[in-house]
C-alpha cells in the first residue's frame, strides 16, 4: 500500500526585517556603492561614520526621513541626518548621496 504522504514542514520563523534595507537611494550620487560625480546634501550636522552608523543615526530619530552620505570625505565617512523639510530642499554638494527612509 502506498506510504502516508510527509508530515507539512514546520512554519519558518518570521523573518527580521533588515532595517537597513527601508533606506533607498534617492538623489545625488550613490556614493554607498562607490559613485562620486555633482551629488546632493541635506542636513547640516556632520556625523562622522560610515553608511550603517549614520543610517543607525537616522532610525534612532523619529525626525529623520533620510540622511546624506559621502565616503569620499578628506577626514573619512560623513553623513548628515535630514528632516523631512531639508529633504525637500536639497543642496548640491559634490560626491554626495542622499538615502530616502521609507516607512
Known amino acids: 500500500?502506498?506510504?502516508p504522504p510527509p508530515p507539512p514542514p514546520p512554519p519558518s520563523p518570521p523573518s527580521t526585517p533588515d532595517p537597513y534595507e527601508s533606506f533607498t537611494f534617492a538623489?545625488?550620487?550613490d556614493t554607498r556603492n562607490g559613485e562620486v560625480g555633482s551629488g546632493k546634501l541635506c542636513g547640516t550636522t556632520n556625523?562622522?561614520?560610515?553608511w550603517y552608523g549614520v543610517a543607525d543615526a537616522c532610525l534612532a530619530d523619529s525626525t529623520c526621513v533620510a540622511f546624506g552620505y559621502r565616503h569620499t570625505w578628506s577626514g573619512g565617512l560623513i553623513g548628515r541626518k535630514c528632516t523631512?523639510?531639508?529633504f525637500d530642499a536639497p543642496?548640491?554638494?559634490a560626491d554626495w548621496g542622499i538615502y530616502e527612509r521609507s516607512v
Not at 556625523?47 to 560610515?50: M, T, V
Open 1 to 3: 500500500s502506498p506510504s
Open 27 to 29: 538623489l545625488g550620487v
Open 84 to 86: 523631512q523639510a531639508q
Open 91 to 93: 543642496m548640491d554638494s
Open 47 to 50: 556625523i562622522i561614520a560610515d
